[in-house]
Protein backbone atom coordinates (compact mmCIF):
# COMPACT_ATOMS: atom_id res chain seq x y z
CA UNK A 1 0.00 0.00 0.00
CA UNK A 2 1.08 3.60 -0.59
CA UNK A 3 1.07 6.20 2.29
CA UNK A 4 1.74 9.51 3.09
CA UNK A 5 2.96 10.53 6.54
CA UNK A 6 2.92 14.03 7.54
CA UNK A 7 3.99 13.91 11.34
CA UNK A 8 3.13 17.98 12.11
CA UNK A 9 -0.53 18.32 12.69
CA UNK A 10 0.15 22.30 13.58
CA UNK A 11 3.67 24.71 12.98
CA UNK A 12 4.00 28.30 14.36
CA UNK A 13 5.80 30.89 12.43
CA UNK A 14 6.70 34.47 12.68
CA UNK A 15 6.21 36.54 9.44
CA UNK A 16 9.89 36.82 7.51
CA UNK A 17 11.04 33.60 9.21
CA UNK A 18 11.53 30.39 8.01
CA UNK A 19 9.23 27.18 8.41
CA UNK A 20 10.07 23.60 7.53
CA UNK A 21 7.41 21.05 7.09
CA UNK A 22 8.44 17.20 6.69
CA UNK A 23 6.21 14.57 4.40
CA UNK A 24 7.30 10.91 3.85
CA UNK A 25 5.90 8.14 1.21
CA UNK A 26 6.10 4.72 1.18
CA UNK A 27 5.84 3.61 -2.15
CA UNK A 28 7.68 0.68 -4.23
CA UNK A 29 7.09 2.27 -7.70
CA UNK A 30 9.88 4.35 -9.41
CA UNK A 31 8.41 6.90 -11.37
CA UNK A 32 5.81 9.30 -9.34
CA UNK A 33 5.17 12.56 -8.81
CA UNK A 34 5.10 14.51 -5.68
CA UNK A 35 3.27 17.69 -4.60
CA UNK A 36 2.43 20.67 -1.81
CA UNK A 37 -0.67 21.97 -1.87
CA UNK A 38 -1.88 24.74 0.16
CA UNK A 39 -5.75 24.87 1.58
CA UNK A 40 -6.70 28.37 2.86
CA UNK A 41 -10.21 29.00 4.52
CA UNK A 42 -11.59 29.38 1.20
CA UNK A 43 -10.63 25.46 0.67
CA UNK A 44 -9.90 25.83 -2.26
CA UNK A 45 -6.88 23.49 -3.01
CA UNK A 46 -4.00 25.50 -4.62
CA UNK A 47 -0.97 23.64 -5.87
CA UNK A 48 2.02 25.33 -4.39
CA UNK A 49 5.35 23.51 -5.58
CA UNK A 50 5.45 19.72 -7.70
CA UNK A 51 8.65 17.46 -8.12
CA UNK A 52 9.13 14.68 -10.73
CA UNK A 53 11.14 11.82 -8.99
CA UNK A 54 13.76 11.19 -12.07
CA UNK A 55 14.48 14.77 -11.37
CA UNK A 56 17.52 15.00 -8.64
CA UNK A 57 17.38 18.55 -8.38
CA UNK A 58 14.97 20.19 -5.54
CA UNK A 59 12.15 21.89 -7.15
CA UNK A 60 11.27 25.69 -6.18
CA UNK A 61 8.77 28.28 -6.78
CA UNK A 62 9.61 31.66 -5.27
CA UNK A 63 9.59 31.55 -1.41
CA UNK A 64 8.83 27.63 -1.89
CA UNK A 65 11.50 24.98 -2.33
CA UNK A 66 11.54 21.23 -1.47
CA UNK A 67 14.33 19.05 -0.23
CA UNK A 68 13.50 15.66 -2.08
CA UNK A 69 15.11 12.82 -0.68
CA UNK A 70 14.38 9.98 -2.77
CA UNK A 71 16.50 7.15 -0.75
CA UNK A 72 14.53 8.15 2.35
CA UNK A 73 10.88 8.72 0.44
CA UNK A 74 11.65 12.30 1.89
CA UNK A 75 9.47 15.49 0.91
CA UNK A 76 10.07 18.54 2.84
CA UNK A 77 8.68 21.95 2.11
CA UNK A 78 10.89 25.29 3.02
CA UNK A 79 8.78 28.51 3.36
CA UNK A 80 10.84 30.69 3.30
CA UNK A 81 9.96 35.41 4.24
CA UNK A 82 6.69 33.48 5.91
CA UNK A 83 3.85 35.86 5.02
CA UNK A 84 0.52 36.58 7.18
CA UNK A 85 -1.08 35.04 3.52
CA UNK A 86 0.74 31.73 3.90
CA UNK A 87 -1.36 30.66 6.77
CA UNK A 88 -3.61 27.40 5.58
CA UNK A 89 -3.87 23.76 5.84
CA UNK A 90 -0.77 22.16 3.65
CA UNK A 91 -1.08 18.94 2.07
CA UNK A 92 1.57 16.78 1.11
CA UNK A 93 0.51 14.59 -1.71
CA UNK A 94 1.71 11.73 -4.08
CA UNK A 95 0.55 10.13 -7.33
CA UNK A 96 2.70 7.22 -9.25
CA UNK A 97 2.82 7.13 -13.29
CA UNK A 98 0.50 3.57 -13.14
CA UNK A 99 -2.10 5.15 -11.19
CA UNK A 100 -2.79 9.21 -13.26
CA UNK A 101 -4.62 11.65 -11.62
CA UNK A 102 -4.74 9.82 -8.56
CA UNK A 103 -3.36 11.83 -5.94
CA UNK A 104 -2.87 10.13 -2.15
CA UNK A 105 -3.10 13.38 0.36
CA UNK A 106 -1.18 13.19 3.72
CA UNK A 107 -3.13 14.48 6.31
CA UNK A 108 -1.85 18.01 6.55
CA UNK A 109 0.12 20.54 8.70
CA UNK A 110 -1.98 23.54 10.15
CA UNK A 111 0.62 26.64 9.86
CA UNK A 112 -0.14 29.90 11.38
CA UNK A 113 1.47 32.57 10.39
CA UNK A 114 1.69 35.52 13.48
CA UNK A 115 3.25 39.27 12.97
CA UNK B 1 -8.35 31.08 -9.02
CA UNK B 2 -8.64 28.69 -11.54
CA UNK B 3 -11.35 28.12 -13.71
CA UNK B 4 -13.24 24.56 -12.03
CA UNK B 5 -16.15 25.67 -10.59
CA UNK B 6 -18.53 23.66 -7.75
CA UNK B 7 -22.22 23.64 -7.40
CA UNK B 8 -23.43 24.18 -4.82
CA UNK B 9 -21.08 25.56 -2.49
CA UNK B 10 -22.79 24.03 0.89
CA UNK B 11 -25.67 21.50 1.32
CA UNK B 12 -28.36 20.10 3.95
CA UNK B 13 -29.55 16.35 3.33
CA UNK B 14 -30.89 13.96 5.67
CA UNK B 15 -29.63 10.44 5.87
CA UNK B 16 -31.27 8.18 3.36
CA UNK B 17 -31.71 11.01 0.69
CA UNK B 18 -29.75 11.26 -2.99
CA UNK B 19 -27.66 14.06 -3.61
CA UNK B 20 -25.87 15.53 -6.73
CA UNK B 21 -22.80 17.22 -7.06
CA UNK B 22 -21.56 18.94 -9.70
CA UNK B 23 -18.21 20.83 -11.56
CA UNK B 24 -17.48 22.35 -14.32
CA UNK B 25 -13.75 21.84 -15.95
CA UNK B 26 -11.24 24.26 -16.71
CA UNK B 27 -11.00 24.90 -19.90
CA UNK B 28 -9.22 22.24 -22.61
CA UNK B 29 -9.60 19.76 -19.66
CA UNK B 30 -10.76 16.69 -20.01
CA UNK B 31 -10.14 14.93 -17.12
CA UNK B 32 -12.01 14.95 -13.79
CA UNK B 33 -11.45 13.68 -10.50
CA UNK B 34 -13.74 14.43 -7.34
CA UNK B 35 -12.07 13.57 -3.73
CA UNK B 36 -14.37 13.52 -0.62
CA UNK B 37 -12.18 15.50 2.38
CA UNK B 38 -13.76 14.92 5.58
CA UNK B 39 -13.46 17.41 8.71
CA UNK B 40 -9.73 17.52 9.59
CA UNK B 41 -8.52 14.93 7.36
CA UNK B 42 -6.65 14.98 3.62
CA UNK B 43 -8.86 14.08 0.32
CA UNK B 44 -9.33 10.75 -0.27
CA UNK B 45 -9.79 10.18 -4.10
CA UNK B 46 -13.16 8.78 -5.06
CA UNK B 47 -12.79 8.48 -8.48
CA UNK B 48 -11.92 9.81 -12.41
CA UNK B 49 -13.46 10.15 -15.07
CA UNK B 50 -11.50 10.76 -18.82
CA UNK B 51 -13.79 11.69 -21.90
CA UNK B 52 -17.01 10.83 -20.71
CA UNK B 53 -16.06 6.99 -19.25
CA UNK B 54 -14.93 6.09 -15.31
CA UNK B 55 -10.92 6.10 -15.14
CA UNK B 56 -10.33 4.61 -11.84
CA UNK B 57 -12.00 4.55 -8.65
CA UNK B 58 -10.65 4.32 -5.61
CA UNK B 59 -12.54 2.51 -1.79
CA UNK B 60 -15.62 4.26 -2.57
CA UNK B 61 -19.47 2.20 -2.81
CA UNK B 62 -21.36 1.62 -5.37
CA UNK B 63 -23.65 4.31 -3.96
CA UNK B 64 -21.15 6.91 -5.45
CA UNK B 65 -21.67 7.12 -8.73
CA UNK B 66 -20.89 9.71 -11.35
CA UNK B 67 -21.29 11.01 -14.94
CA UNK B 68 -18.69 13.25 -17.56
CA UNK B 69 -20.67 14.98 -20.26
CA UNK B 70 -19.47 16.02 -23.71
CA UNK B 71 -18.58 19.39 -22.33
CA UNK B 72 -16.26 18.04 -19.90
CA UNK B 73 -18.15 18.95 -17.03
CA UNK B 74 -19.18 16.72 -14.27
CA UNK B 75 -21.50 15.01 -11.54
CA UNK B 76 -21.10 13.31 -8.67
CA UNK B 77 -24.40 11.12 -7.33
CA UNK B 78 -24.69 9.79 -3.73
CA UNK B 79 -27.41 7.46 -3.23
CA UNK B 80 -28.24 6.54 0.56
CA UNK B 81 -26.99 9.33 2.33
CA UNK B 82 -25.24 8.53 5.81
CA UNK B 83 -23.80 10.54 8.21
CA UNK B 84 -20.18 9.84 7.67
CA UNK B 85 -21.25 10.95 4.06
CA UNK B 86 -20.53 14.37 5.63
CA UNK B 87 -17.42 16.08 4.12
CA UNK B 88 -16.12 18.71 1.69
CA UNK B 89 -15.92 16.75 -1.85
CA UNK B 90 -13.67 18.26 -3.76
CA UNK B 91 -13.90 18.59 -7.97
CA UNK B 92 -10.13 18.44 -9.74
CA UNK B 93 -9.50 19.14 -13.69
CA UNK B 94 -6.57 18.46 -15.73
CA UNK B 95 -5.78 18.14 -19.23
CA UNK B 96 -5.13 15.02 -21.08
CA UNK B 97 -2.22 12.48 -21.35
CA UNK B 98 0.32 11.33 -18.99
CA UNK B 99 1.61 14.85 -17.80
CA UNK B 100 -1.29 16.60 -17.56
CA UNK B 101 -2.46 14.40 -14.98
CA UNK B 102 -0.02 15.81 -13.00
CA UNK B 103 -1.87 19.64 -13.59
CA UNK B 104 -4.72 19.28 -11.57
CA UNK B 105 -6.69 22.28 -10.94
CA UNK B 106 -9.24 21.88 -7.81
CA UNK B 107 -12.41 23.79 -7.50
CA UNK B 108 -13.30 25.83 -4.05
CA UNK B 109 -15.42 22.34 -2.86
CA UNK B 110 -19.20 21.63 -1.69
CA UNK B 111 -19.49 21.51 1.62
CA UNK B 112 -22.64 18.48 2.50
CA UNK B 113 -23.78 18.10 5.58
CA UNK B 114 -25.86 15.08 6.41
CA UNK B 115 -28.53 15.06 9.40
Known amino acids: AQTVTQSQPEMSVQEAETVTLSCTYD???????LFWYKQPPSRQMILVIRQEAYKQQNATENRFSVNFQKAAKSFSLKISDSQLGDTAMYFC????????????FGAGTQVVVTP | ETGVTQSPTHLIKTRGQQVTLRCSSQSGHNTVSWYQQALGQGPQFIFQ???????GRGNFPPRFSGLQFPNYSSELNVNALELDDSALYLC??????????????FGQGTRLTVV
Open chain 1, 93 to 104: AFMTTDSWGKLQ
Open chain 2, 49 to 55: YYREEEN
Open chain 1, 27 to 33: TSENNYY
Open chain 2, 92 to 105: ASSPGGLAGQAEAF
